[in-house]
């Protein structure tokens, strides 16, 4: 049930704008295949580095890591982390893709990626478009809280970046043979993302925020 949990919140992640930006601009250049490589690759490293920074340091503190009352405590505070996330999302106190927003304005960084594609600036734009946030730091507390053993933490981090990367990645594997079917693809969910994200965002949150609270106490 873990592994659903932590999937479910990297499956709220997948989609971000900043990212499929990047990616938009990365597959528009002549030679986008050892671009990609470099954005997939960078941006994996340093959120698994992060992610197994976190683990290991809390492998080593004396949490009761694996107790049922321990589970259920990080099941409940994230619940409860994720329901505010959902409730300021839709009161609009915070951001998020809407149908009727106008188009967005570039940023300055979307800028310079576009005037200085080298796999320096893609290894760069890897991380600098999948900063850890809400989601991933309540997956890694589920994580910590009943994973007494590195090995299975491990594994479990590497599942929620594989689903929480997964449009890049099958964006190289469709470049390496077909780089404007992979940038076509890349604008049509962009497109979407702009319909449905947000509607999706919430349910997940709300859903997923409610079942964690639900299932914290039972552990109590």
Same mark, same amino acid.
């Given at each position: 049930m873990v592994i659903l949990e932590i999937v479910l919140l990297a499956l709220a992640t997948t989609v971000r704008p900043t990212s499929l930006a990047a990616l938009y601009a990365l597959l528009g250049t002549p030679a986008p295949r050892r671009l990609m490589v470099a954005?997939?690759? =960078? @941006?994996?490293?340093?959120?698994?580095?992060?992610?197994?920074? *976190?683990?290991? *340091?809390?492998? @080593?503190?004396?949490?009761?890591a694996g107790s049922s009352h321990t589970k259920a405590v990080a099941q409940l505070v994230g619940g409860l982390i994720v329901l505010l996330f959902a409730v300021l999302l839709k009161t609009g106190r915070i951001g998020g893709p809407h149908p009727s927003d106008a188009p967005r304005p570039r940023t300055r960084w979307e800028g310079i990626l576009d005037r200085r594609l080298t796999?320096?600036?893609? /290894?760069?734009?890897?991380?600098?478009?999948?900063?850890? @946030?809400?989601?991933?730091? $309540?997956?890694?507390?589920?994580?910590?809280? !009943? !994973? &007494?053993?590195? /090995?299975?933490?491990?594994?479990?981090?590497?599942?929620?970046? &594989? *689903?929480?990367? =997964?449009?890049?990645? &099958?964006?190289?594997?469709?470049?390496?043979?077909?780089?404007? +079917? /992979?940038? /076509? @693809?890349?604008?049509?969910?962009? !497109?979407?993302?702009?319909?449905?994200?947000? +509607?999706?965002?919430? =349910? &997940? +949150?709300? $859903?997923?925020?409610?079942?964690?609270?639900?299932?914290?106490?039972?552990?109590?």
């Open positions: 954005y997939v690759l =960078a @941006g994996l490293a340093f959120t698994v580095g992060f992610g197994l920074l *976190v683990v290991w *340091v809390f492998n @080593g503190i004396d949490l009761n796999p320096r600036t893609a /290894a760069i734009a890897g991380p600098a478009t999948h900063i850890p @946030g809400i989601f991933y730091l $309540v997956a890694l507390n589920i994580i910590v809280a !009943q !994973q &007494v053993k590195f /090995a299975g933490g491990l594994l479990e981090v590497l599942i929620y970046n &594989v *689903v929480w990367f =997964a449009i890049p990645i &099958v964006a190289l594997a469709v470049c390496i043979v077909a780089p404007d +079917s /992979a940038r /076509a @693809g890349v604008h049509g969910i962009e !497109q979407w993302t702009r319909r449905n994200a947000r +509607s999706i965002l919430l =349910a &997940v +949150s709300f $859903v997923l925020g409610g079942a964690l609270v639900v299932r914290g106490p039972v552990g109590l």
